[in-house]
């Protein structure tokens, strides 16, 4: 297993080392000990999986304390950029972001830490999008901020006459106006 530094030191690309022959492959998704030995040292207690269509983008979601989640993100199948928006004010990198492509081919994933943002849009024809979260999902906890805000600068690599969004994610406020986590509390990482 290989881990990827980002632009942002706490968002981290994994790529697993896949065992293939003509029967297929194999690849660890997961190891305790191997994740934990590069920093990524998680309680997972969900995993969520969803199918999309071409053009669909999710995001940005985040939770609020104290239901705030870190998420290990891949693709099953298809290919996706993935995004993660660094929502720590008084963060040294606070409303930068990383994009990375993730696809059944290439099995990269995307660890994405509590006190971020995360969304991703679809580029094949469709995607299979599986994750883990550290905490539960709690409704109420959820928030959001608009994925085309052009203070983050986010080119999600579709065209806008081809988004397609829920109804939430066409109303999240701008950054400017999204409710941020405090970089020197702690709370938010309970």
């Known amino acids: 297993m290989q881990v990827i530094n980002t632009d942002i030191e706490e968002v981290k690309i994994i790529v697993p080392d896949v065992f293939g022959d003509e029967r297929g492959y194999f690849f660890e998704s997961w190891n305790r000990e191997k994740y934990r030995n590069a920093g990524i040292d998680c309680n997972w207690v969900q995993d969520n999986e969803s199918r999309s269509r071409s053009g669909v983008l999710r995001g940005l979601h985040f939770q609020a304390a104290p239901y705030t989640q870190a998420k290990l993100v891949r693709v099953i199948s298809g290919t996706v950029l993935d995004v993660a928006v660094d929502i720590r004010k008084n963060s040294p990198t606070f409303g930068k972001h990383v994009a990375v492509e993730l696809s059944g081919e290439n099995k990269y994933q995307l660890f994405v830490p509590r006190g971020f943002a995360h969304g991703f849009a679809v580029l094949s024809e469709s995607a299979v999008f599986a994750y883990k979260c550290d905490n539960i999902y709690m409704p109420d906890h959820e ?25 939430k994610d066409r109303h999240n406020p701008l950054f400017a106006d999204a409710e941020v986590f405090d970089f020197h509390r702690k709370d938010y990482l309970l």
Request: proline share 8%; net charge negative.
């Open 143 to 167: 928030r959001g901020i608009a994925f085309n805000d052009p203070a983050l600068q986010i080119d999600w690599r579709i065209s806008p006459e081809n988004y397609i969004l829920s109804e």
